[in-house]
């Protein structure tokens, strides 16, 4: 839960935050995962990978509201 909500003044939701990046570095401009194999390349597939891995990991567990 402290995920998406820290309960202080600026929250971020990081799993809202990282689904955005995904987005942003596989070249997307509508917000779809569409084009994901077009933008993977030697350079930038260690990091697509981790932020694959962080959605996943934020989305396994008891945690229904990250799902």
């Known amino acids: 839960n402290f995920l998406r909500c820290q ?5 971020y939701n990081l799993v809202c935050e990282t689904l955005q990046f995904l987005d942003c570095i596989c070249g997307s401009t509508t917000g779809g ?3 994901l ?7 930038n597939v ?3 990978n981790q932020t ?3 959605l996943t ?3 396994q567990g008891p945690c229904h509201e990250n799902q």
């Open 7 to 11: 309960n202080n003044k600026n929250n």
């Open 33 to 35: 995962l569409g084009l």
């Open 46 to 48: 260690a990091l697509i």
């Open 57 to 59: 990991e934020y989305c």
């Open 52 to 54: 694959v891995e962080s």
């Open 37 to 43: 194999g077009l933008y993977i390349n030697e350079k």
